[in-house]
């Protein structure tokens, strides 16, 4: 059943449901109907008695004859009724003309409430009362014959047993057509769905302006599309990008080794090649393993070691590298961090690699005689890092670009020092994957100043 289309298990649900409906109505109906009839035919039963009751108190005091006399013009003036009257003795008293033809015994036991009962195989319903009178007792019985009854109630269920499949098979039909309708769009968003692949990642559904579910569907799985479309492009970007990257150092190192090999070269000459095709081999191992980075991070691969660790120490020991970085530079480094600790959640290798992109950063961008300052705190329940230079700033429409992959504000100066772009976007990603932030204040030509926001280990402050 589940293997079924929807379409028709709805309408196989609908068919049972109204069967069952149609069914129980038709039973109820008909013996509603037949309550009807038998309630209707007992009023009557019960109304004559009532009436020869009277008549034979009135008249048994007569004499025989007169009570029979009484009884058969009473019994005219109701035409074909079935009535007779036996005295104690079993004799009887008074039989209408018809009532002959039914046989019905003396015998039948008395009670106030009619039954049925079959006499010449025709349904009759009798009432057989006990009536005393002038010291007699009489057996008064009134009867009816149901068959017309009967006959109309069974052209009543035939009529019920043939309507109501044929109901059900139109409204079934009716169902069925009406489901195919309604999921009709479901079909068309299934067909251009199923022609999308990544070639045509742009095209989109069309919605149906009905206001409903369907609408509801195709629109949500055209903003899905959307973000699919955008992470696709990402990506495409950023394969592009690198093999942009990767091209100029390979090139580079290509040419070195084309033009030392053109002809014998003293061991000086060749010392000199291999140290600069290995310089160019330590910034492009240096990009792959930022690619690697960027890479796991995206597919998730990339996860953190959490441990309780002390931020003061992580910055402290990148400081370590830094100060040397500044030092070659004639750059002042300076670093405020406290003796005491501050407890965070973080993984101490990754940390530690944010502080040093930053510090590098700070180093590389500010010119000799500049002054770059490194500062951590424990403040309102976050820990705060600080870099601060009074390099050359970043321009405000460089800002909200800086974290973006490959993004460099002044790209001829960056590549000369070695710098690709990808620093901060790997920065970024490890300051949000503790749950932190990273945020960037700069002015052109004065400094810059980034701050890193983590929370602090439970109950830490
Ligand atoms: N401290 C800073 N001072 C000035 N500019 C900066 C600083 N830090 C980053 N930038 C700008 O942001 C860009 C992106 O930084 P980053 O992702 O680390 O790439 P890069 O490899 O160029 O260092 C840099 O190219 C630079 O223009
Ligand atoms: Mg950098």
């Keep these: 059943m589940n293997s079924l289309p929807i379409g028709v298990r709805l309408t196989a649900w609908y068919f049972v449901v109204l069967g069952v409906t149609l069914s129980l109505f038709g039973l109820i109906a008909y013996f509603a109907m037949r309550t009807s009839i038998h309630e209707t035919v007992d009023e009557e039963l019960r109304a004559r008695t009532e009436g020869v009751r009277r008549l034979i108190q009135r008249t048994?005091?007569?004499?025989?004859?007169?009570?029979?006399?009484?009884?058969?013009?009473?019994?005219e003036l109701a035409e074909g009724a079935l009535l007779q009257v036996s005295n104690e003795k079993g004799n009887w008293v008074y039989r209408s003309p018809t009532i002959g033809s039914y046989d019905i015994s003396r015998s039948q036991e008395t009670s106030n409430t009619p039954s049925t009962f079959e006499f010449n195989e025709v349904p009759v319903r009798l009432l057989s009362t006990k009536i005393q009178a002038e010291g007699q007792s009489y057996l008064v019985q009134v009867a009816a014959p149901l068959d017309d009854f009967y006959s109309a109630l069974r052209h009543f269920g035939t009529l019920l047993l043939v309507s109501i499949p044929i109901l059900l098979l139109c409204?079934?039909?009716?169902?069925?057509?009406?489901?195919?309708?309604?999921?009709?769009?479901?079909?068309?968003?299934?067909?251009?769905?199923?022609?999308?692949?990544?070639?045509n990642l742009s095209s989109r559904l069309v919605v149906p302006k009905t206001r409903d579910e369907l609408q509801r569907l195709s629109e949500t799985?055209?903003?899905?599309?959307?973000?699919?479309?955008?992470?696709?492009?990402?990506?495409t970007q950023f394969t592009a990008d690198a093999s942009h990257e990767l091209r100029t150092p390979v090139a580079l190192m290509r040419t070195r080794a084309e033009l030392s090999l053109r002809k014998p070269r003293s061991a000086e000459e060749y010392r000199d090649a291999l140290a600069e095709v290995h310089s160019e081999l330590?910034?492009?191992?240096?990009?792959?393993?930022?690619?690697?980075?960027?890479?796991?991070?995206?597919?998730?691969?990339?996860?953190?070691q959490l441990a309780t660790t002390d931020l003061a120490e992580?910055?402290?020991?990148?400081?370590?590298?830094?100060?040397?970085?500044?030092?070659?530079?004639?750059?002042?480094?300076?670093?405020?961090?406290?003796?005491?600790?501050?407890?965070?959640?973080?993984?101490?290798?990754?940390?530690?690699?944010?502080?040093?992109?930053?510090?590098?950063?700070?180093?590389?961008?500010?010119?000799?005689?500049?002054r770059v300052e490194v500062a951590v705190a424990g403040e309102n329940g976050c820990a705060l890092g600080v870099v601060r230079d009074t390099g050359i700033g970043i321009a405000e429409e460089d800002l909200?670009?800086?974290?973006?992959?490959?993004?460099?504000?002044?790209?001829?100066?960056?590549?000369?020092?070695?710098?690709?772009?990808?620093?901060?976007?790997?920065?970024?990603?490890?300051?949000?994957?503790?749950?932190?932030?990273?945020?960037?204040?700069?002015?052109?030509?004065?400094?810059?100043?980034?701050?890193?926001?983590?929370?602090?280990?439970?109950?830490?402050?």
């Excluded at 048994?60 to 009570?67: F, I, N, Q, R, V």
């Excluded at 040397?324 to 993984?347: G, M, R, Y």
């Excluded at 000369?416 to 490890?430: A, D, F, K, M, N």
Aim: net charge neutral; aromatic share 6%; proline share 3%.
């Design 400 to 461: 909200p670009h800086i974290f973006e992959r490959f993004y460099r504000a002044d790209k001829a100066r960056s590549r000369e020092s070695g710098g690709v772009g990808l620093g901060l976007s790997i920065g970024r990603w490890i300051a949000e994957a503790h749950a932190g932030t990273i945020e960037v204040q700069s002015s052109l030509g004065h400094g810059s100043v980034f701050q890193v926001r983590l929370p602090l280990a439970n109950g830490d402050g």
């Design 60 to 75: 048994a005091k007569y004499g025989t004859e007169d009570l029979q006399r009484e009884l058969r013009q009473h019994s």
């Design 171 to 199: 409204a079934t039909a009716g169902g069925y057509w009406m489901s195919r309708r309604a999921l009709a769009p479901v079909d068309q968003i299934t067909q251009t769905a199923r022609n999308i692949s990544v070639q």
């Design 221 to 235: 799985l055209n903003s899905m599309l959307e973000r699919l479309e955008a992470a696709f492009k990402k990506i």
């Design 314 to 370: 992580v910055v402290r020991e990148a400081c370590g590298q830094g100060a040397a970085l500044a030092e070659s530079k004639q750059i002042e480094f300076h670093n405020q961090i406290p003796q005491q600790s501050v407890w965070i959640e973080a993984d101490p290798h990754a940390l530690g690699r944010l502080f040093l992109i930053l510090i590098d950063n700070a180093v590389k961008y500010t010119p000799p005689g500049g």
């Design 282 to 304: 330590e910034k492009t191992s240096s990009l792959v393993e930022k690619l690697m980075v960027l890479a796991r991070a995206d597919y998730g691969a990339e996860t953190l």
